[in-house]
């Protein structure tokens, strides 16, 4: 399938399970807020637009469930993901990863009273839940 936006493509935001249908649709409003993030710091590097790679985005229950890298929410019920609001994102300009703590205080700064926002070593969760939540290495 084709772009949602600039920097975001239908494919991207499915379950890698490989074993069911859950997707984030389009219509959904964490596509916009990290396209906002993508198209902040494009503006603020003086570039056409940033490299997004979405480590993760939907994912079935069963798929949430199995032991990642750097584990899930308190219960792991509770993740976001599975509710098909939340992207694991890392930004680059070129081949320069922008690094996760940066990521973090925009979105941050930006929803200063909303939204799930984490930061990890290596990437940046950010999700669309109604309450504000923050977490991770800052």
Same mark, same amino acid.
């Given at each position: 399938?084709?772009?949602?936006?600039?920097?975001?493509?239908?494919?991207?935001?499915?379950?890698?399970?490989?074993?069911?249908?859950?997707?984030?649709?389009?219509?959904?409003?964490?596509?916009?807020?990290?396209?906002?993030?993508?198209?902040?710091?494009?503006?603020?590097?003086?570039?056409?637009?940033?490299?997004? &790679?979405?480590? =993760?985005?939907?994912?079935? %229950?069963?798929?949430?469930?199995? +032991?990642?890298? #750097? $584990?899930?929410?308190?219960?792991?019920?509770?993740?976001?993901?599975?509710?098909?609001?939340?992207?694991?994102?890392?930004?680059?300009?070129?081949?320069?990863? &922008?690094?996760? =703590?940066?990521?973090?205080? %925009?979105?941050?700064?930006?929803? +200063?009273?909303? #939204? $799930?926002?984490?930061?990890?070593?290596?990437?940046?969760?950010?999700?669309?839940?109604?309450?504000?939540?923050?977490?991770?290495?800052?």
């Amino acid at each position: 399938m084709g772009n949602l936006t600039k920097n975001i493509s239908q494919h991207e935001l499915k379950c890698k399970c490989g074993n069911c249908e859950v997707q984030i649709q389009s219509h959904e409003l964490i596509i916009q807020v990290v396209q906002e993030g993508c198209d902040h710091f494009a503006n603020l590097l003086g570039i056409e637009r940033v490299k997004l &790679i979405i480590t =993760s985005a939907a994912r079935c %229950y069963e798929y949430n469930r199995l +032991p990642f890298e #750097f $584990g899930g929410a308190g219960s792991i019920d509770e993740s976001q993901h599975p509710r098909c609001n939340a992207m694991d994102i890392q930004l680059f300009a070129g081949d320069v990863q &922008i690094m996760p =703590s940066l990521v973090y205080a %925009y979105f941050c700064t930006k929803y +200063p009273d909303q #939204f $799930g926002v984490g930061s990890y070593k290596t990437f940046t969760h950010v999700d669309s839940r109604s309450v504000r939540a923050r977490w991770g290495l800052v």
